[in-house]
């Protein structure tokens, strides 16, 4: 079984471009458990464009005890304002699993992963303070990463393969290259010990053939097209709400 945890970033988006409440990531995140969901994902960042500190720690309460929490994001980016920083947002809701990437200031959203060989070092405290709060401890690493060893001997227990370049060429047609990259490193990464996450333009298009080509993949975290998908799911029915109260 192959957990889907939800990325709530796509509401806070929209929510934040009226800077109100609506709509409730709260709510949002209710509708995904009710579901059937076994985790919500966020990935908040230094800009805040996204889900901010006060909506991480209102889905950990939210949260508790019902599905996994799944906090993703840049360790080393410096706090900013009302934003705390990755770890000590780590330390206030102690989440399931905290996922470290390593996005670059301001990019537009997550495009690469750890060089495991080269950020060992670097991760090495960060790894073993998250593991002391409890949380488990994820790494966004690339199609084709090498160097799942320099991860185990962290304490690492999972990687999240970037799953960009596969969902491009399946829109293009012809993934079959970016696929068996996937498929490659998650066989070296769960020979090294670790489980194998996925994400990033998963879709309901792109997701089956994915998940039947990785066996054991523990989970899929999807955002940007669950979001855009539900809009088409939803929108007919809410038109049509519209015109029963207009009638
Ligand atoms: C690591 C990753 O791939 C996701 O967290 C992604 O960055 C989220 O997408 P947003 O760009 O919507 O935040
Ligand atoms: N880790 C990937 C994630 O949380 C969602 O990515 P996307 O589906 O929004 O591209």
């Known amino acids: 079984m192959t957990l889907l945890s939800v990325n709530l970033n ?6 934040n471009s009226r800077g109100e409440t ?59 304002g009302s934003y705390p920083g990755l770890i000590e947002l780590a330390r206030e809701v102690r989440p399931t699993q905290v996922t470290l990437v390593p996005d670059a200031d ?13 950020d060992a070092e670097r991760l090495r405290p960060l790894v073993a303070e998250l593991r002391e709060l409890g949380c488990r401890v994820s790494l966004f690493v690339d199609a084709g990463a090498r160097g799942f060893e320099h991860a185990t001997a962290l304490g690492v227990e999972r990687v999240e393969i970037y799953t960009g370049p596969y969902a491009r060429a399946f829109a293009d047609g012809d993934a079959r290259l970016q696929l068996e990259q996937c498929v490659e490193t998650a066989r070296r990464a769960q020979q090294a010990g670790l489980a194998v996450n996925a994400g990033h333009d ?46």
């Open 106 to 118: 301001g990019q537009l959203t997550s495009d690469h992963g750890f060089d495991l060989a080269h």
């Open 22 to 80: 609506e709509p409730d990531i709260i709510r949002a995140a209710h509708t995904c458990i009710e579901a059937g969901c076994g985790g919500i994902t966020v990935h908040p960042r230094p800009d805040q464009r996204h889900v901010r500190p006060e909506d991480v720690r209102a889905l950990a309460v939210a949260l508790r005890g019902r599905v996994e929490y799944n906090i993703e994001g840049n360790p080393f980016a410096p706090a900013r």
């Open 202 to 247: 998963l879709s309901q298009a792109n997701l089956g053939t994915f998940r039947a080509a990785i066996p054991g993949l523990a989970e899929v975290s999807i955002g940007h097209a669950l979001i855009g998908e539900a809009l088409y799911d939803g929108l007919a029915a809410t038109v049509r709400h519209y015109l029963q109260i207009l009638a």
């Open 10 to 15: 796509k509401i806070a988006v929209l929510r």
